[in-house]
């Protein structure tokens, strides 16, 4: 069964650039999380998707963060315009359903740099 | 909303024994991972529990205790291998039922020979 998908793996960008990062979570997987993980930190929800719907974006700077999931699979996490506080790992997750021991399955990540 | 501690750092040596604990506070309960993240690399799902009580998968097993708000992750024979961030992540019902997957802040785990 394939994982996660998430690229691109690296991107470097100076500040006030945009950038966006996609997902492609594991087949028939309906919830979708997207998480930023800052450097010794543990990873902190910016945004679920419960098929094509948000479920929760309470943490989301959504001033310069959006995020879409148009067809219910594929995602995309954008940040315009990006700071240097935004540098972190991107992390994707899927899991079966929103309930339950349904653990999340995780994607590589996107190390994002801002300069 | 949630609040889950860890301990930040760890050290044991191989071939030993090391708990690693955690705490959380949440709304609604609805369940307790454990996840293991070495460096540069993706989560991946250790251990879950819903009921109090233990579970035991081979080295690692995972303890729950719902009404003190309290897990821990115990690691036997370490090996080197085991050197890595420890997760501790709680799904909590929040505003509607099965939301919020949120982790603590980690535990690094050092295992020396």
């Known amino acids: 069964e394939a994982g996660v998908a998430q690229s691109p793996r690296y991107k470097i960008i100076e500040k006030r650039q945009s950038v966006a990062f996609w997902c492609n979570p594991i087949?028939?997987?309906?919830?979708l999380y997207w998480y930023q993980q800052i450097l010794g930190q543990g990873p902190k929800l910016l945004i679920q998707?419960?098929?094509?719907?948000?479920?929760?974006d309470s943490q989301l700077p959504k001033d310069r963060f959006s995020a879409e999931r148009l067809k219910g699979v594929d995602s995309t996490l954008k940040i315009q315009p990006a700071k240097l506080e935004d540098s972190a790992v991107y992390l994707c997750?899927?899991?079966?359903?929103?309930?339950?021991?349904?653990?999340?399955?995780f994607g590589q990540g996107t190390r994002l740099t801002v300069v | 909303g949630q609040n889950i501690d860890q301990p930040t750092e760890m050290t044991a040596t191989e071939g030993a024994i090391v708990q690693i604990n955690c705490t959380y506070q949440?709304?609604?309960?609805?369940?307790l991972f454990w996840y293991q993240q070495h460096a540069g690399e993706a989560p991946t799902f250790l251990s879950y529990?819903?009921?109090?009580g233990l579970e035991e998968k081979g080295r690692f097993s995972s303890f729950l205790s719902r009404s003190k708000g309290y897990s821990y992750l115990l690691l036997k024979e370490l090996q080197m291998k085991d050197s890595a961030s420890y997760l501790c992540?709680?799904?909590?019902?929040?505003?509607?039922?099965?939301?919020?997957?949120?982790f603590g802040p980690g535990t690094r785990l050092s295992v020396l020979p």
């Open positions: 529990n819903v009921l109090d």
């Open positions: 997750a899927s899991s079966l359903e929103l309930s339950g021991n349904t653990e999340a399955f």
């Open positions: 998707f419960q098929n094509n719907g948000v479920v929760d």
């Open positions: 992540a709680v799904r909590d019902k929040g505003l509607n039922y099965g939301q919020n997957f949120v």
């Open positions: 949440t709304s609604g309960f609805n369940g």
């Open positions: 087949s028939g997987h309906a919830t």
